[in-house]
């Protein structure tokens, strides 16, 4: 977990520098407040979107929330909210994310931060709402699932959380980055071990004669996939815990891809932006989904958002990359922020990166560590509240996350963040503690 500097403009001069009071404003007091109304207004970049879809099975939901506000009637709490939903086994898990997992998020900021701490706050509360939107899903008693990657922009700062397979892909400052990652079993060695320990059967599907064939998958219910959201009939160690990423974008902006599996089933993130390149976004997305679908043909529902932060209206075109794209470059190019970095000059503060930064990442699936926070996030949550679904503890209702907890280090059982009764037998299930599915054979069909 990552924490970062926090300063407060203004507050320079040793407090009361009002009008009413008779004295005056001291000059440095002014010049920090240009600064900060100069950033501010440097933070707000242009921003331009257009969607594409081509429908095979109608699977693919999307959202596209430009003009969305943290605080109703306060432009300056405003953000933009773009989705990508790739149901399985119908469309139930994909069109009920959609429409709850925004409100989710938001239920579980707490109210009245400033924009520094509900950026800063905004990766627990995902986590938190993916968990949430699962669980109530469930009580929808559908055996459908559905990929998300969900992406909040706020000024230059972009936050992705992603579980599944759809994609999302930044290309700034000449490089590509990818922020989002495949959920899939063949991917990661990782998830595997994850999903077997946790009492899952992973495995190809068997044929006659013994042969194994396809993709790993995930038994019973034959998932590809490792997290979504739903999948009810597979297990709950397919679990809804997403990765997130959040980075900071230089005043150069960039574009976003985001889209699902139809697309990068065909194209890598480096042809599907060189084939977009120098077209708005609208033209953009329809060419990358032409260009898959002439590629493989329609062989799944492809959907594509492009999202393009910074340019001119007008001077849509994005710049020829030089750089190698890939992991490699997005690893070496970030750094985690630690607490020491509040030590550091205020004045950095104010300063625009001239490459993406990173601010957070992480994608591990246990709750016991995503819901946890460092100082200062952690004071941001309420303590005697639910971190998962929100309700209100009485102080010896709550269940620690850390109950049962095998991590080392000085967590203790009696540390907070509190879950709910329902929330806390939700995660053990997630972890393998509540067997609740009987296994069945790999010769059965397969969801994905």
Known sequence: MSTRSKSVPGSLGGGSGSAAGGSAVPLAVLLRREVVSERTAAERPDLQHGFFNQAKKGEDFFLLKPDCERLPGVPSSSFSAFGIFDGHNGSGAAIYTKENLLNNILSAVPADLNREDWLAALPRAMVAAFVKTDKDFQTKARSSGTTVTFVIIDGLIVTVASVGDSRCVLE???????????????????????????????GRLNVVGGAEIGPLRCWPGGLCLSRSIGDQDVGEFIVPVPLVKQVKLSTAGGRLIIASDGVWDALTAEQALNCSRGLPPEAAAEHVVKEAVHSKGLRDDTTCIVVDLGHEKGNPAMPAHKKQPGMGVFKNMFRKKTSSDSSCHSDREYMDPDVVEEIFEDECAFLSRRLDSEYPVRNMFKLFICAICQVELKPNQGISVHEDSSQPGNLRRWDGPFLCQSCQEKKEAMEGKRRSRDSSSRNSGSSE
């Open 172 to 202: 700034a400052e000449g490089s590509i980055y990818h922020l989002s990652s495949d959920h899939r079993f063949d991917a990661s060695k990782e998830e595997v071990d994850r999903v077997t320990e946790a009492g899952g059967d992973v």
